[in-house]
């Protein structure tokens, strides 16, 4: 049974590197939209946009993962389901969530843009906020993604 708790476990981890390797790629919009001109740009920023709607969504699937996997490990290991499966126990759980709201706010700000340069508004600002939250939150899911690895060995050790 251990071996299946191992891969229930690890289901989270897995699928939060490729989120990670989709946001890096995400962020290379930034280079990419100060040398793209034209259609080429307008095709590019399509693709940004619709790959941000989709990398949220899956945001939430990872982690809804985790807490399925938490629940799932915790059922399997014998203990009662309970209320408190759901609340994290450790700083990286906590820190999930903080990212969860930072990932929402990120999105929302990404649809504002799109949606005042749509409008033929002024949409510098938002779109600054839009990078500039991008480029902490790279350093935080690296800080995350650490703090996690720590937490899964603590589990599995």
Do not use: C
């Amino acid at each position: 049974m251990e071996i299946i708790e191992a891969l229930i476990l690890l289901l989270h981890p897995i699928a939060a590197l490729v989120i990670i390797r989709e946001f890096a790629r995400q962020r290379n919009w930034r280079k990419l939209s100060v040398s793209l001109r034209g259609s080429e740009r307008a095709k590019e920023l399509d693709n940004h946009e619709l790959q941000g709607e989709r990398l949220f969504r899956w945001v939430l699937i990872v982690v809804a993962l985790a807490f399925a996997a938490k629940v799932a490990s915790s059922l399997l290991s014998g203990e009662d389901f309970t209320i408190d499966l759901l609340m994290p126990g450790h700083f990286h759980g906590w820190a999930g969530l903080l990212g969860v709201a930072l990932m929402t706010y990120l999105w929302n700000l990404g649809r504002k843009t799109s949606a005042e340069k749509k409008a033929g508004k002024s949409f510098v600002k938002l779109k600054q906020l839009h990078g500039k939250l991008s480029d902490v939150m790279i350093g935080l899911i690296a800080i995350h993604a650490f703090l996690g690895f720590l937490y899964l060995l603590q589990l599995i050790g």
